[in-house]
C-alpha cells in the first residue's frame, strides 16, 4: 500500500500517446475470456499480470462439494497456483492468503470482480505504462488477487485496493468489488517504485527511517503521475498531530524492532502516533528534499540512500 501504500504533469500527455503504441504484438497482449494471464511489452520491459480469479472458482465448487477437506483444497488450489507463477512461501501467506471462512460471500465478490476483470486489467496496464516511461526498470510480475471477505473493514480504509511487493519483480494487489479505479493506478504506480527501489537499492536497511522514506518515495512518484490523488495515509491531518510523528520519528528512527515500525503503520494512542506515520513523515521529508534538489531526476532520487533525505531534514537529531 501495501494496501501504500502508498502515485510529471507536463510529461503526461506525451506519456498518454505512448499507450497507443504499447504492445502491438496481439499474440502476447490478450484480454481472452477466461485467460488467467496476459503479457505486454513497454519498451524493454515485459509485464505479466496474473489473475487468480479462475482458482478462486475451482477452489468454491471443490470446497461445496467437499467442505470437510475445505483447508487442503485451498492450499493444493490456492496455494497450488501461487507456486505456479513464482510466487514464493513467506509467513505472510498464512494472514494474505489464509483460508477464507464465509464461501458464499467470497464467490459473491469473485464473480463481481469477474465481470470487472477488463476495467481493473486495463487500469493497471495503464499504470504500469506511465511509471515505467518515467522510472524503467526490470521486467515485472502483477498478481491479482480478490480480498478476502474477512478484511472488508481493512479494505475500507483503502478504497478496498491495496497491494505490496511479495519479493523482487512481484507485485501483489488485494481488490474488492468496490474499489475505486483511480486509487488502484495509484496504488500500482506507487508498488511500481517499491519495485524499481528494491532493484536500485545494495544495502536495505528495514528501520524506521528506511521504511519511511521508501514509502514517501512511492508516494511523491505516483503524485507524479497521478496528482489528484490524495491518499489519505499520505498526509498530516493537523499540526499537532505532525509534532507527535516527528518527536517519535527522532526517537526511533534507526529502530529496526517489528512492533515499532508496526507502530509507526497502525499508530500507538500511548506514544501519540498517528496511524501510517511512517508515509506520513516519509512523503513530508522526500517532497521537501526535492524541493530544495529540483535538478535531480527520478532515477537519482530513488537510488539515493535514506541518509541523504534524513540529513537537515528537521527529523534527526543532531547526534544520531
Known amino acids: 500500500m501495501a494496501k501504500t501504500n502508498v502515485k510529471i504533469a507536463a510529461l503526461l500527455i506525451l506519456i498518454l500517446f505512448s499507450l497507443i503504441g504499447c504492445s502491438e504484438d496481439k499474440k502476447k497482449d490478450a484480454y481472452q ?30 470446497a461445496e462439494a467437499d467442505p470437510d477437506n475445505k483447508d487442503e483444497l485451498y492450499k493444493k488450489i490456492v496455494h497450488g497456483s501461487l507456486r505456479d507463477h513464482g510466487l514464493g512461501y513467506s509467513i505472510l501467506e498464512e494472514w494474505i492468503f489464509a483460508v477464507p471462512f464465509d464461501l458464499a460471500k ?30 524503467p526498470g526490470e521486467n515485472k510480475t502483477i498478481h491479482v488477487f480478490p480480498a478476502l471477505p474477512e478484511f472488508a473493514r481493512s479494505m475500507e480504509e483503502v478504497d478496498y485496493v491495496t497491494g505490496f ?68 495515509w499520505a ?5 499537532y498531530e505532525k509534532a507527535n510523528a516527528i518527536e517519535n520519528f527522532k526517537a526511533f528512527n534507526q529502530s529496526a524492532d517489528p512492533e515499532i515500525i508496526m507502530e509507526f503503520h497502525n499508530g500507538s494512542p500511548v506514544k501519540q502516533i498517528p496511524q501510517w506515520a511512517h508515509y506520513k513523515v516519509g512523503n513530508d521529508m522526500v517532497q521537501t528534499y ?27 537529531d543532531g547526534e544520531q
Do not use: C
Not at 475470456?33 to 468454491?60: C, D, R, W
Not at 498526509?235 to 499540526?239: D, G, I, P, V
Open 165 to 232: 511487493v511479495w519479493e523482487q519483480g512481484d507485485m501483489v494487489l488485494l481488490l474488492d468489488p468496490r474499489f475505486n479505479e483511480d486509487s488502484l493506478k495509484q496504488t500500482v504506480a506507487h508498488e511500481y517504485h517499491h519495485m524499481v527501489y528494491e532493484e536500485k537499492q545494495k544495502n536495505l536497511l528495514f528501520t524506521v527511517a528506511e521504511r519511511s522514506v521508501m514509502e514517501g518515495k512511492a508516494d511523491v512518484f505516483a503524485k507524479m503521475i497521478y496528482p489528484d490523488q490524495i491518499p489519505p
Open 106 to 135: 467470497l464467490e459473491a465478490s469473485v464473480t463481481e470482480l469477474t465481470e470487472q476483470k477488463e476495467q481493473y486489467e486495463e487500469a493497471i496496464k495503464e499504470a504500469l505504462v506511465l511509471s515505467a516511461d518515467l522510472l
Open 33 to 62: 475470456e477466461g485467460k488467467p494471464t496476459f503479457s505486454f511489452e513497454h519498451e524493454e520491459q515485459e509485464f505479466t499480470v496474473v489473475n487468480y480469479l479462475p482458482a478462486m472458482e475451482e477452489f468454491i465448487k471443490a
Open 235 to 239: 498526509s498530516f491531518s493537523s499540526e
Open 290 to 316: 526535492l524541493s530544495e534538489h529540483q535538478e535531480m531526476s527520478i532515477p537519482e532520487w530513488t537510488a539515493l540512500e535514506t541518509e541523504a533525505f534524513l540529513k537537515n531534514s528537521g527529523y534527526q
